[in-house]
Nanobody
Framework: HVQLVESGGGLVQAGGSLTLSCAAS????????MGWFRQVPGKEREGIAV???????TYADSVKGRFTISRDNVNNTLYLQVNNLTPEDTAMYYC????????????????????WGQGTQVTV
C-alpha cells in the first residue's frame, strides 16, 4: 500500500508563491504516474498537473504557465511550484498516484488515481 503525505500549503497573498511537496512511503515514481488535484467545497476535485513515468508533464489550462510539477525519484518526493497565485487558486491540494494520468486532466476526466494523499490547504 502506498502512502502519500502532502505539505507546504498555507496562507499567501495574491501574486505570491508556494512549493507543495508530496512524500511517498515507497518508491512510486518509477512505477506510477503522479499528479496534483485541487478541490473547493461544493465542487468536484479537479486534476491540475500530472507527470508521467517518462517525465512528460501535462497541465490544466487554469494553471498552465504558473504551476510546475516535478519529482525527485531518489527522495520519493513530488513537488508543485505554484506562482502568481490568485484567490481562485484557494483550495485543498491533493497529490495522487496511478496509471494513465493524462486522463485526469481532461474534462470530463478519464480514470482515477489509485492512491491519494490527505491534502494540504492553500489559501490566497
Amino acid at each position: 500500500h502506498v502512502q502519500l503525505v502532502e505539505s507546504g500549503g498555507g496562507l499567501v497573498q495574491a501574486g505570491g508563491s508556494l512549493t507543495l511537496s508530496c512524500a511517498a512511503s515507497q518508491s512510486v515514481y518509477t512505477r506510477f504516474c503522479m499528479g496534483w488535484f485541487r478541490q473547493v467545497p461544493g465542487k468536484e476535485r479537479e486534476g491540475i498537473a500530472v507527470i508521467d513515468v517518462d517525465g512528460t508533464r501535462t497541465y490544466a489550462d487554469s494553471v498552465k504557465g504558473r504551476f510546475t510539477i516535478s519529482r525527485d525519484n531518489v527522495n520519493n518526493t513530488l513537488y508543485l511550484q505554484v506562482n502568481n497565485l490568485t484567490p481562485e487558486d484557494t483550495a485543498m491540494y491533493y497529490c495522487a498516484a496511478g496509471t494513465f494520468c493524462t486522463g485526469w486532466i481532461r474534462s470530463p476526466p478519464i480514470g482515477r488515481p489509485l492512491y491519494w494523499g490527505q491534502g494540504t490547504q492553500v489559501t490566497v
